[in-house]
């Protein structure tokens, strides 16, 4: 079985702070993405990392892919309440399915 | 462009009843469809996925089945529901030749089983 391993599990921080959150697994994925899910709702695909050493910015947020393309990390700058969700990395390996991690859930306090 | 659609949004129904959710996706062909559960707000657990009309390929043996009679239709049943059957319902469409397997979607369906 392929696990994604997240960390951490919950994170409560105040606005303006720096985060990092990763994602960690002992496989290898052709790739890798990001999600953001709020409450009651589906998830929202962040960003999808192909590349062994990639690194994505997306505003605020920035994705790296690991160089061996076994973990990755979603780092935030400047945290707004507005990021407040729960984030679940995703990896693919196959034809056409995903492993899920468990997410790790952020808090994003005025 | 592209959306899915989930109804019902939101179902509460007893135990031993039978069961029926409804993905439909539009501005797409041919899309890969998947039905994940998700427990307490937390990681999402892929139930069945399917490459094709008819062609269900399913990743936990439990009390429900899926089915695709149209290409971007995608329904998710049971005929006797379990209280350990509550939880958040998601589909999700994907495009097969895309080697990023990235899939989006819907939003989702509360069952509470009583």
């Known amino acids: 079985t392929q696990l994604l391993e997240q960390s951490p599990q919950f994170l409560s921080i105040q606005e303006g702070e720096n985060l990092t959150v990763y994602c960690n697994s002992s496989s290898v994925f052709s790739s890798l993405q990001w999600y953001r899910q709020e409450p009651g709702e589906g998830p929202v695909l962040l960003v999808t990392?192909?590349?062994?050493?990639e690194v994505k910015k997306l505003k605020r947020l920035t994705f790296q892919f690991g160089d061996a393309r076994k973990d990755s990390s979603l780092h935030i700058t400047a945290a707004q309440p507005g990021d407040t969700g729960l984030y679940l990395c995703?990896?693919?390996?196959?034809?056409?399915?995903?492993?899920f991690g468990k997410g790790t859930m952020l808090l994003v306090s005025p | 462009s592209q959306t899915i659609h989930q109804w019902p949004a939101t179902l509460v129904q007893p135990v031993g009843s039978p069961l029926s959710l409804e993905c439909t996706v539009e501005g797409t062909s041919n899309p890969n469809l998947y039905w994940y559960r998700q427990a307490a707000g937390r990681g999402l657990q892929l139930l069945f996925y399917?490459?094709?009309?008819?062609?269900i390929s399913s990743e936990v043996p439990q009390n429900l089945s899926a089915s695709r009679p149209q290409d971007r239709q995608f329904i998710l049943s049971s005929k006797k529901l379990l209280l350990s059957d509550s939880g958040f319902y998601l589909c999700?469409?994907?495009?097969?030749?895309?080697?990023?397997?990235?899939?989006?979607f819907g939003p989702g369906t509360r069952l509470t089983v009583l």
């Open positions: 990392v192909v590349t062994g050493g």
């Open positions: 995703a990896g693919g390996k196959g034809y056409s399915t995903l492993t």
């Open positions: 999700a469409w994907g495009l097969t030749p895309l080697m990023s397997n990235e899939q989006f």
């Open positions: 399917s490459v094709g009309i008819g062609q």
